[in-house]
């Protein structure tokens, strides 16, 4: 049965069959798994809102042993879903059908780490709360912070170009990134796996793999560049009466933080009455229309205090700011920061959540909530608005008690015809998945879009490898 409605037909894959499972089993002894009991939470994304019907779950440790199976699907036509952590948010990383999953989850080593460029090679399936635990002991941070660090892998958040909260500072993973190891569609092993800052020999394969979202190869192993752990961090809660006022505080902590600003978040109210209502979070300032996280993330605390001081004290006095506070200490700065980090947890409380990750221009982004919750009047239930300002990437979240085909109809094509309005994009950071695949047209021209089909054709003739997924279905 397909999961979603908009599911496309079963392409015609070959049906695993005994053979194919004494293959596997031979490969991979003891990490074949074909009990349903299982296999139920690896069929089933995140959101609890699509499930697949694979009968196989294949848990190799090395590449070696996921080139041989790609190899061995690749001849017979088995299409195959790689999996990492499944906090993925747009249906990529569970099976539409049968396809075999094929987890990352054993594949959790570090290989090796260097202590003066600060350059970290890993196995896929590390997972990043591991990889910055693993890093802060030596006196560095991971690139990219999530809140699904707990579970995500590096390998996914490389194949869906993560964003996250520290994009405004390190930048993106096409950025920091500095080499892939990938199987691809016929087993062969592409070794860009380089720890060199720079390389200008040729074309710079590994951006190819980076937001490819397992459809052009399995990503094994990745080197990416560190930073060094700040010495001082300060995270401040502040409220604020109209967008127009977050925004000028925005603009205000970037001239007067600078080099030390390494987050600006914010939640509208919406999203602090699911806090409060949901998980019983209370709100550490006076209600407010709009909250802001800022963070900074400096080498010397008397520095960076006065600067933050010296901020605080320009947006009171400019009324940028109706409230406020700071924390310095770990154990306050993890509750601040747990009031951005767990809106997507609060949300799961509501019922069914209609989810858009969309890139506006920064002084658009609030109008898209107000513009929303007119169209929708009262067919929703909650519409929360919060996200990461620095970077343009809003996540308007719409609810409902349950799946209502009606108030998607009014939400879609409305949201993405109001994104493209605005030559914003329809997926600023979570990839395209099953999803938002038919939706890309509204970000990409087409040429671009028939270019994507002809890499994919290339790289994957028998297209195995994540069917149904990111490229639209005349693509696929
Ligand atoms: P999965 O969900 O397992 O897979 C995601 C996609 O990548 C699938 O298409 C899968 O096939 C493919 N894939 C996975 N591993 C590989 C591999 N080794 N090789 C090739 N393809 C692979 N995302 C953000 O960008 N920013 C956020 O701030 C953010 N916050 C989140 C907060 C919460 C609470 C949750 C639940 C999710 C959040 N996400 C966020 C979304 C998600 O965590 C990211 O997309 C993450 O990168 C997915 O990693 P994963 O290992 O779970 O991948
Ligand atoms: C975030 C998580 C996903 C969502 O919290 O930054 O990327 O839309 C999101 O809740
Ligand atoms: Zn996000």
């Known amino acids: 049965e397909p999961s979603p409605a908009a599911a496309p037909e079963r392409r015609s894959f070959s049906r695993v069959t005994p053979e ?69 948010l747009v249906s990529g990383s569970v099976p539409v059908y049968d396809e075999i999953i094929l987890s990352t989850a054993l594949m959790n080593n570090v290989l090796s780490f260097d202590s003066i460029s600060g350059i970290l090679t890993c196995q896929a399936g590390c997972v990043l709360e591991n990889l910055s635990l693993y890093l802060e002991d030596r006196d560095y941070i991971m690139p990219l912070d999530l809140g699904s660090k707990g579970s995500c892998h590096i390998g996914g958040n490389v194949a869906t170009n993560a964003g996250g909260l520290r ?3 390190y930048g993106s993973l096409h950025g920091t990134v500095l080499g892939v190891e990938v199987v691809l569609a016929d087993g062969r092993v592409l070794d860009c796996l380089t720890t060199l800052r720079k390389d200008n020999t040729g074309y710079d394969l590994k951006h190819l793999f980076i937001g490819s979202e397992g459809t052009l190869g399995v990503i094994t192993a990745v080197s990416v560049l560190c930073p060094r752990k700040p010495k001082s961090v300060n995270v401040v809660f502040l409220g604020c009466e109209t967008f127009e006022q977050l925004l000028q505080t ?48 400096g080498s010397d605390a008397t520095h960076d205090g006065e600067k933050l001081h010296n901020f605080l004290e320009e ?62 009047g009262d067919r929703a239930k909650s519409v929360v608005g919060y996200g990461h300002v620095g970077d343009g990437n809003l996540h308007l979240n719409i609810t409902s008690p349950a799946k209502d085909a009606a108030l998607l109809a009014a939400i879609e094509p ?44 290339m790289l994957d003739p028998k297209g195995i490898l994540n069917p149904y997924k990111t490229l639209p279905d005349n693509l696929q």
């Not at 700071?326 to 509501?350: G, P």
């Not at 950071?429 to 099953?434: A, K, R, W």
């Open 20 to 88: 194919d499972l004494a293959f596997f089993r031979k490969v991979l002894p003891g990490r074949t798994i074909t009990d349903p009991d299982l296999l139920e939470s690896s069929n089933v994304d995140w959101l609890r809102s699509v499930r697949g019907s694979s009968e196989v779950l294949l848990r190799p440790q090395t590449t070696e042993e996921v080139s041989q199976i790609l190899s061995y699907c690749n001849s017979r036509n088995l299409a195959i879903n790689t999996q990492g952590g499944n906090t993925g």
């Open 167 to 169: 994009l405004l500072r």
């Open 250 to 297: 925005f603009q205000l902590c970037r001239g007067m933080l600078g080099e030390i600003l390494s987050a600006f978040e914010f939640l509208d109210s919406e999203c602090m009455r699911l806090l409060n209502t949901h998980l019983k979070i209370s709100n550490p300032i006076s209600d407010c229309p709009f909250y802001v996280v800022i963070e900074t993330s």
């Open 315 to 376: 947006a009171m006095t400019s009324s940028f700011i109706a409230d406020g506070t700071v924390a310095t200490e770990d154990s306050k700065i993890k509750a601040l920061w747990s009031l951005r980090e767990r809106v997507t947890e609060a949300l799961t409380h509501e019922g069914y959540t209609y989810k858009y990750d969309v890139s506006l221009p920064v002084d658009r982004i609030y109008q898209m909530v107000t513009d929303m919750r007119e169209h929708l």
């Open 414 to 457: 409305f949201v993405y015809e109001w994104t493209a309005g605005c030559q914003g994009s329809i997926s600023a950071e979570h990839g395209l998945g099953l999803k938002k695949r038919n939706y890309i047209y509204y970000s990409k021209p087409s040429q671009a879009v028939a270019l994507m089909g002809n890499i994919k054709a």
